[in-house]
């Protein structure tokens, strides 16, 4: 979808007849049409279940939960 929509941007982008605010939105329409609905239903889900988790098992609360995906990028952490 993403060489769809760029092969279509650059197409569109050079035709000067062409409007280019529905270009855009054709190109959002393309990327967004591989993305599955559920999907952020089920990241929702992922984060909660991480929350309980953590306070199960490890007895670490989480005050933000929104940034548990990005905690495997840590690498040093001080308290």
Same mark, same amino acid.
């Given at each position: 979808?993403?060489?769809?929509?760029?092969?279509?941007?650059?197409?569109?982008?050079?035709?000067?007849?062409?409007?280019?605010?529905?270009?855009?939105?054709?190109?959002?329409?393309?990327?967004?049409?591989?993305?599955?609905?559920?999907?952020? #239903?089920?990241?929702?889900?992922?984060?909660?279940?991480?929350?309980?988790?953590? #306070?199960?098992?490890?007895?670490?609360?989480?005050?933000?939960?929104?940034?548990?995906?990005?905690?495997?990028?840590?690498?040093?952490?001080?308290?």
């Amino acid at each position: 979808a993403i060489v769809s929509a760029i092969s279509v941007f650059k197409e569109g982008w050079q035709d000067e007849t062409r409007n280019q605010f529905r270009l855009i939105l054709h190109v959002v329409i393309i990327v967004t049409s591989v993305v599955p609905p559920e999907l952020p #239903m089920e990241l929702s889900l992922a984060v909660t279940n991480s929350v309980a988790d953590l #306070m199960k098992r490890c007895h670490v609360y989480c005050t933000e939960p929104y940034r548990i995906p990005w905690a495997g990028q840590v690498e040093t952490c001080c308290f």
